[in-house]
């Protein structure tokens, strides 16, 4: 379970502490106008305290101690607690008014991850939800997730459904967060991402590992994430902070070609653009410029344009011939299919033969495993 700091002991209930300073009192037999002329404070202070209309302040707490002999922290303490006790009682009777916003959020499959606890009532699940979130309330979170300002709201995915696209993005924030990664060197990664290129005929259980360790050394987090529902992302981009980037693969198609230029893509948005945006992309649509570029390098870096114009050229395109191309370039053939089927040199029915599924199921080192 993802480590989010909302299992915190909460006392269903405190005394204020006017209460007990009428129980001493009674008990040493001292009356309150006694006890008032002693502290050097007015009849109607003490009686305001003891009913719990005002609170103990330091300089009263100080008081206390001289003419009772018990601590000022004591005092302070018992102060705190019922005042904490008190905006927590009010918080929830507010999350209690607002309980439907919840109800937006896929609070089963996190629990089904581990990766929040199951509760027995709204109030926990709304108060677990925020903090995995780090966000002080509903409204700091409708602020900040569905500001038209955020960069990756302009995605017609995140609008289609931004709690659960902000929900995926946030589990893949907590898991790269805890990967320890060396400080990002864009020299380093652009070569990495060379390496990784060669590892597109390989099966998950070797190339997953060495993705993971090259972009590690190079200093971006590599997080493979399985899509939630209502989300339909393929991947994410952000920078967690200047000297560490995060990729996420949703895994949502299950083929090589699909697959491969996910991570090519977002690898450029880490490479090429501005470390302030967050890029949530599905494969589909791609018309912004950034994305547009993203989306030229991933393709040039899998398929280098002059080979492939020379393949075009010269070859008459069958299975045998794709197959030729892909050893020449080291290159899966799934992906040079997917390629000419893209780029409507083929249709999307042939070849797909060549395509492989790529599964993940026995090889969950890195993503959240389902109760």
């Excluded at 927590?88 to 629990?111: G, Q, V």
Aim: net charge positive; hydrophobic share 40%.
């Amino acid at each position: 379970m993802i480590n989010t700091k909302t299992n915190q002991f909460n006392p269903d209930y405190v005394i204020h502490p006017g209460e007990i300073l009428e129980e001493t009192l009674e008990s040493r037999g001292i009356k309150k106008s006694l006890f008032a002329e002693k502290c050097g404070i007015s009849n109607k202070t003490v009686s305001q305290i003891i009913h719990g209309k005002s609170a103990i302040t330091p300089e009263m707490a100080i008081k206390f101690e001289r003419a009772l002999g018990t601590s000022a922290s004591l005092w302070i303490n018992l102060n705190t607690d019922y005042e904490l006790y008190a905006a927590r009682e009010a918080d929830k009777k507010k999350l209690i008014s607002e309980k439907d916003w919840i109800k937006n959020f896929p609070i089963n499959h996190l629990i089904d991850y581990n990766i929040l606890p199951k509760r027995d009532n709204i109030v926990d699940n709304l108060y677990d939800i925020l903090s995995f979130f780090g966000v002080g309330s509903i409204s700091a979170w409708n602020d900040y997730y569905l500001s038209p300002n955020v960069a990756y709201r302009k995605s017609p995915t995140f609008k289609a459904n931004p709690q659960s696209v902000a929900t995926w993005l946030r589990i893949g924030e907590l898991f790269a967060e805890q990967i320890n990664c060396a400080m990002f060197n864009k020299k380093k990664f652009r070569e990495s991402l060379d390496q990784i290129r060669l590892l597109t005929k390989e099966s998950v259980s070797i190339f997953q590992k060495k993705m993971i360790e090259l972009c590690n050394t190079a200093g971006v987090a590599l997080i493979f994430l399985p899509e939630m529902p209502k989300t339909h992302i393929s991947g994410a981009a952000k920078w967690l902070t200047p000297n560490k980037a995060m990729i996420i693969l949703s895994l949502r198609h299950k083929m090589d070609d699909h697959f491969w230029f996910s991570f090519f893509h977002e690898s450029a948005h880490i490479l090429l653009h501005g470390k302030s945006e967050i890029f949530i992309d599905n494969n589909e649509n791609h018309t912004s410029p950034k994305e547009t570029e993203a989306d030229t390098f991933a393709s040039n870096i899998l398929i280098p344009p002059k080979k492939l114009s020379d393949f075009l050229t010269t070859q008459t395109i069958s299975h045998e011939t794709v197959c030729d191309f892909a050893k020449t370039i080291n290159l899966s053939p799934g992906v040079i299919v997917g390629r000419l089927q893209h780029d409507k040199n083929i249709p999307y029915s042939w070849l797909n033969k060549l395509k492989r599924k790529i599964d993940f199921s026995e090889n969950k080192n890195t993503m959240p495993t389902k109760r």
